[in-house]
C-alpha cells in the first residue's frame, strides 16, 4: 500500500509539470543555479526560402529532485527508460513525386551542467503492491542522447503527401548530468519534384443525395512555386461501369506559396443509386493530387412519412363481418414548395395483400407537417396479426413507405 500512495505521488507530480503548476523563475538566465528562462529561436526553409521563424520561451524545473526542461509549444518525450526531453514535430506539404532532403543546424548553444533529468517508465497495466511507474534516473551508461537531433520521412497520403520532421533542441550526456541547449535552430527542407503544388483536402457536404440536387464540393490547392501558377480542377461523376454522368471544371491562378480554398457544385444524377465523385487537380498538364469518393443517390423526398401508428388491438365489431381500426399517420413536406399529397393504407397478412383503403388526400403548405387520423371499418378479418403499409405519393411518383402492425381479437 506504501508503494501505491508513493507511485500515486509520481503520477501527481508529472501532472504538475505538465500543467505548469511549478514556479517560474522570472531572474532571467542563472546557468550555474539551473534557473535559466530564455528563448529558442527557429527557423525553418523551405526550398531556400524562409517560411517561418518563431521564438520559443523555455523554462528549467526542479520538481521532486528531478530537473525538466519545458519549451512552449514543444512536447516531452515519453518513451520507456529514456530521458524525458523537449522535441517537436513539424509537417510540410509536399508535391506526391518530390524527393526530399532535411537538415537541421545547430547553433549558439549553451551548456548547462548538473541536471537530474529523469527517465520515463510507463504504469503497470495491472497494478499490485510491486509496481513502479512515474520519473527514475536516467542509466549511465545511456551517454549522450539523443544520438541524431534530426529525424524525418514521406508520407503519402490519398492525393497529397507530407513530411513529418521530428527534432531535439538539446542533447543530454547522462554521464555527466550535462545538457547542451541549442537557442538557434534552422531546419532546412529542400525538395525536387516535377509539379508545382499539393492538394490539401477535399470535401463533400455529405455521401448520400437527392437526384437532380446540388453536390457542394471544396478543393484546398498549395502552390509550392515561387512564381505564381495556373492550376486546373475537374470533377466528375461515374457510374459503375465507369461512364461519366456529369462533369466541371475550373481553372485559377494562385501567387507564390499561396493556398485557397476552391468550392465547385455539381448536378447529382437523376437515376438513384451507386456513383463514384472524383476530383483531379493539375498545373499546366501535370496532375498534383486526385480524391475518390463514392456517393448514393436517392430519389428526391417530396413528402416525408414521419410515422404511422395503428392501434394495437382491434376488436371485431357487432357486425360479425367487420373489425374497426384507427390509423394515425404524421406527413411532412421538406420542400418550399406548396402541392397535394397522397397517402395509401395496405393490409396484408405475411406476404398476402388483403385490402387496400380508398386513397387519403393532404394540402401541405411549405415546412408543413400534418397529422391524419382514420377509422377504418375493415371487412372479413379473422382473428390474427396483420401488417399496415403506408405509401405516400406526390405527381404520382412513389416516394417513401412505412410500416406498423396490429392484432384482431375475438
Not at 550535462?178 to 483536402?201: M, P, Q
Request: hydrophobic share 35%; proline share 5%.
Amino acid at each position: 500500500m506504501k508503494k501505491i500512495i508513493q507511485n500515486i505521488f509520481f503520477l501527481f507530480v508529472i501532472i504538475t509539470i505538465l500543467t505548469g503548476c511549478s514556479s517560474v523563475v522570472e531572474d532571467g538566465e542563472k546557468i550555474g543555479q539551473k534557473t535559466l528562462e530564455n528563448e529558442i529561436k527557429l527557423i525553418i526553409e523551405n526550398n531556400n526560402q524562409e517560411i517561418s521563424s518563431e521564438n520559443f520561451p523555455y523554462y528549467i524545473k526542479n520538481t521532486n529532485g528531478y530537473d525538466y526542461i519545458e519549451i512552449k509549444e514543444f512536447e516531452l518525450l515519453y518513451e520507456t527508460n529514456m530521458p524525458m526531453i523537449p522535441y517537436k514535430t513539424i509537417e510540410i506539404d509536399v508535391p506526391l513525386d518530390a524527393e526530399i532532403y532535411v537538415e537541421v543546424v545547430l547553433n549558439n548553444q549553451t551548456i548547462i551542467p548538473n541536471m537530474n533529468i529523469p527517465a520515463f517508465i510507463p504504469p503497470s497495466p495491472m497494478p499490485d503492491d510491486e509496481w513502479e511507474s512515474g520519473p527514475i534516473n536516467v542509466s549511465n551508461e545511456l551517454g549522450i542522447f539523443p544520438k541524431v537531433n534530426l529525424e524525418y520521412r514521406k508520407v503519402d497520403l490519398s492525393g497529397n503527401a507530407i513530411i513529418q520532421i521530428h527534432f531535439y533542441p538539446l542533447s543530454y550526456d547522462s554521464s555527466k548530468n550535462e545538457v547542451i541547449l541549442y537557442k538557434n535552430i534552422l531546419l532546412k527542407i529542400s525538395y525536387n519534384s516535377t509539379t508545382n503544388g499539393v492538394i490539401k483536402n477535399f470535401v463533400l457536404n455529405g455521401r448520400k443525395f437527392e437526384s437532380n440536387s446540388e453536390i457542394h464540393t471544396s478543393t484546398t490547392i498549395k502552390n509550392t512555386a515561387n512564381i505564381p501558377k495556373e492550376f486546373k480542377v475537374i470533377i466528375r461523376i461515374e457510374n459503375l461501369s465507369g461512364n461519366i454522368i456529369e462533369s466541371t471544371e475550373q481553372i485559377f491562378q494562385l501567387n507564390e506559396n499561396e493556398e485557397k480554398q476552391f468550392p465547385a457544385k455539381i448536378k447529382a444524377p437523376a437515376n438513384s443509386g451507386a456513383y463514384s465523385l472524383t476530383m483531379n487537380s493539375y498545373e499546366d498538364s501535370q496532375e498534383i493530387g486526385n480524391a475518390y469518393e463514392h456517393i448514393n443517390i436517392i430519389p428526391k423526398q417530396n413528402v416525408i412519412i414521419n410515422f404511422l401508428n395503428v392501434s394495437k388491438q382491434v376488436s371485431k365489431s357487432g357486425d360479425k363481418y367487420k373489425s374497426y381500426a384507427t390509423f394515425n399517420v404524421k406527413i411532412e413536406n421538406p420542400t418550399d414548395e406548396s402541392f397535394r399529397a397522397y397517402v395509401d393504407l395496405y393490409i396484408s397478412q405475411g406476404p398476402v395483400d388483403i385490402t387496400k383503403r380508398p386513397q387519403i388526400f393532404v394540402d401541405l403548405e411549405s415546412k408543413e407537417v400534418k397529422e391524419i387520423t382514420d377509422h377504418w371499418y375493415i371487412n372479413k378479418l379473422e382473428p390474427g396479426f396483420y401488417s399496415v403499409q403506408a405509401v405516400a405519393y406526390v405527381d404520382d411518383n412513389y416516394q417513401v413507405t412505412s410500416l406498423d402492425s396490429f392484432e384482431v381479437t375475438q
